[in-house]
């Protein structure tokens, strides 16, 4: 393990190298922070930039943008109230109330030290635990994945708002949207009622940036006199201070690492991502806080719960990768992929047969993690300085913006009607107290859950299965024990608001 | 009462999409089918929809509700202009182009919701800021990431 770390180090210090790697840390915080530009295609971008590179240094970048790209999200979720990327959701929930509070510095400071103590636990799990983790994510077959969807969905009656009706019709709706097309066990197009451009589906990107983005811009105009005085976002100084920050995040360690451990063990499972992980994390912040009434209002609870959850995603989808070969995402599928383009033959040999790639793919996510911060840091004041423009200008200007991040997707037109429709679905839910978050977690996981109840069903008529094999019935017993904290804990939370 | 129309408006939703699940096939080698799991969704927003009518109509909170639509539009103005402007931006853009549409619409958005009084260094920001996401956006994303963004009829 040691000799392995000491290749790394020596690969990753040459210049070349760090070079390329801050480039593409700072490609990925960009990219992520852009609604609709996804961690994803910055990956698939860099892919042919690595061509010319040698493995150490293409893996290096990519690495980069991957750390990058997850905690660029946290930049547009903050200060404009729309996720950069989807695993940025949650972060809106409670970043967004700050900085409306006048506070973006304390907001911006904490998103980027929680992303980088996440990033760090789920280094230091990548490295001591990869081969376990695999051996264990290994035996998820259809009845696992199906329950551990069921148990990621129960999370929706915890982020409910105010009524839990309201909070499950919204995610019921996210559920049937995604059913909307070509399904594809069978063949057949569902509920596109003639309309030829839905038989390609709706894409769920597509959903989040008009049902959060769009809603969340129309609503910025509702204050009708302050936009047309020229006002801006956010009104007042604007305070950064880094080291407060910190401390404040160290100050929560079991919130820190307890959102790192789920974001860690959720990235490990093929499939299931930060998109996931960000949501369950907060979820389980606010179950185990004395406080749960506070969030939503800007604490800093929630805001560390998020990022820490979806960067320790980083290092936990890793470890599919090196463990045993297998991509835990799209985004370490890429990287595989460049792998084998410069002839390396990724699988469970890997750490026996090329463990300088296995010791840089350690030390560059270390390294990156630091890139990351310092750029975050530097940048801070410069992306502060958005919540300084008047909402007149910014309101049509990131409209445009969500245009181009929608067609951006699949190139295709027809996406834009799709966004439209959203955006004002989105409007309304909103207006009408309804929470958004579940339609994205229905939209997300909707699929998923079909796929594998059908899959399983299909192995096997024994629908007993998902109770006696061990794996599926933990996730199960997770999910009512979820619900049913939930319920009581906003039983105890509306009783506390009559008492008081 | 907006909270009720939203239940039935599910209500409504769930019930066309279970008519709509009988025309879909079945298949013996896969028991749920096409239609299984969109069934399980409907029927269970529309236990929900019909909980969320019941428990708006026992609270019997209706306010008089005067659809008075000079005041619903004066309120709403900003959002209405956006909107409208919104949709023309996507319905015209195959006609005119990306870039042509995307300047016009942040222009006249900005011209539109922003103060009544402008000074020349307000339109040199909003024309520059309109020229610069069209213009940039398109150019940046066709060089380097291949996105072919709609020419419009002028430019084909």
Redesign the interface.
Same mark, same amino acid.
């Given at each position: 393990m040691i000799e392995m770390l000491v290749l790394g180090f020596e690969e990753i210090l040459s210049f070349h190298l760090l070079f390329n790697m801050f480039l593409g840390t700072l490609a990925g915080i960009i990219a992520g922070a852009i609604p609709g530009f996804t961690i994803t295609m910055a990956i698939i !971008?860099t892919l042919p930039f690595t061509f010319g590179m040698s493995p150490n240094v293409g893996l290096a970048t990519m690495l980069g943008v991957f750390v990058g790209g997850l905690s660029g999200g946290l930049i547009t979720a903050a200060l404009i109230g729309i996720p950069g990327t989807p695993s940025a959701v949650a972060t809106t929930f409670d970043a967004f109330p700050m900085v409306q509070k006048g506070q973006p510095g304390r907001a911006l400071g904490i998103g980027i030290w929680a992303s980088f103590f996440g990033s760090l636990i789920s280094m230091i799990l990548l490295i001591t635990l990869a081969p376990q983790v695999a051996n264990l994510a290994m035996k998820i077959g259809p009845w696992e994945y199906f329950s551990l969807i069921v148990f990621a969905l129960t999370i929706i009656a915890s982020i409910t708002g105010d009524s839990v009706? $309201?909070g *499950?019709?919204a995610g019921?709706?996210g559920?049937?949207v995604a @059913?909307v097309g070509l399904?594809p #066990?069978?063949g057949?197009t569902?509920?596109t009622f003639n309309i030829r451009f839905l038989e390609a589906g709706v894409p769920f990107l597509t959903v989040l940036i008009g049902v959060f983005a /769009?809603s969340r811009?129309?609503t910025e !105009?509702?204050a $009708?006199d302050e /936009? $047309?005085?020229?006002e801006e976002l956010v009104t007042g100084k604007i305070k950064f201070e880094p080291f407060k920050t910190m401390k404040e995040v160290l100050s929560q360690p079991v919130n820190l690492i307890r959102s790192s451990l789920i974001g860690s063990l959720i990235g490990a499972i093929p499939g299931a991502g930060a998109s996931i992980s960000n949501i369950l994390a907060y979820d389980q912040a606010k179950k185990g806080s004395k406080h749960p009434e506070l969030f939503g209002t800007g604490i800093a609870d929630g805001i560390i719960a998020s990022e820490a959850g979806n960067n320790s995603t980083a290092g936990g989808g890793l470890i599919p990768m090196i463990a045993l070969g297998i991509p835990g995402s799209a985004v370490s599928a890429v990287m595989l992929a460049a792998l084998q383009l410069h002839g390396i033959n990724p699988g469970p040999m890997l750490i026996r047969n090329n463990p300088d790639i296995v010791g840089t793919i350690f030390v560059g996510f270390f390294v990156a993690t630091f890139f990351m911060l310092v750029i975050q840091f530097f940048g801070a004041r410069l992306f502060l300085k958005i919540t300084k423009i008047?909402k007149?200008?910014l /309101?049509? @200007?990131v409209?445009? !913006?969500c /245009?181009?991040g929608s067609?951006?997707l699949n =190139?295709r &037109?027809s996406d *834009?009607?799709i *966004?439209?429709a959203m955006? !004002?679905v989105g409007y309304?839910?909103k $207006? &009408? =107290?309804?929470a958004l978050a579940p339609v994205i977690l229905g939209v997300i996981l909707?699929p998923i859950?079909?796929t594998n *109840?059908?899959r399983a069903? #299909?192995t096997s008529?024994d629908w007993t299965l998902f109770f006696t094999r061990p794996i599926s019935l933990g996730f199960l017993v997770l999910g009512v024990i979820s619900i049913g904290y939930a319920y009581w804990q906003n039983n105890k939370m509306k009783k506390n608001k009559a008492e008081s | 009462m907006g909270e009720l129309i939203a239940g039935i408006i599910f209500l409504l939703l769930s019930i066309v999409i279970f008519i709509q699940t009988s025309q879909l096939p079945e298949s013996q080698y896969d028991p749920l089918g096409p239609a299984g799991f969109p069934r399980l969704i409907v029927i269970f927003m529309g236990i929900l929809a019909a909980a969320l009518i019941i428990k708006k109509v026992r609270a019997k909170d209706f306010e008089k509700v005067e659809f008075n639509f000079k005041k619903l539009f004066k309120d709403y103005k900003l959002i209405f202009i956006s909107l409208f402007n919104f949709l023309l931006y996507i319905l015209l853009m195959r006609f005119i182009g990306f870039r042509i549409s995307t300047f016009l619409f942040v222009f006249l958005t900005q011209y539109m919701i922003g103060p009544e009084e402008k000074s020349g260094k307000t339109y040199f920001i909003m024309t520059s800021i309109a020229l610069f996401i069209s213009l940039g956006a398109y150019y940046f994303f066709q060089s380097y990431l291949s996105v072919i963004f709609p020419p419009g009829i002028f430019f084909e």
């Open positions: !971008l009706i $309201k *499950l019709l019921s709706l559920l049937l @059913t399904d #066990m069978s057949f569902r509920f /769009v811009l129309l !105009l509702e $009708k /936009v $047309k005085s020229g008047p007149y200008i /309101v049509p @200007t409209m445009a !913006l /245009v181009i067609y951006l =190139n &037109y *834009l009607y *966004l439209f955006g !004002l309304f839910l $207006k &009408y =107290n309804f909707g859950a079909e *109840l059908r069903m #299909m008529s | -």
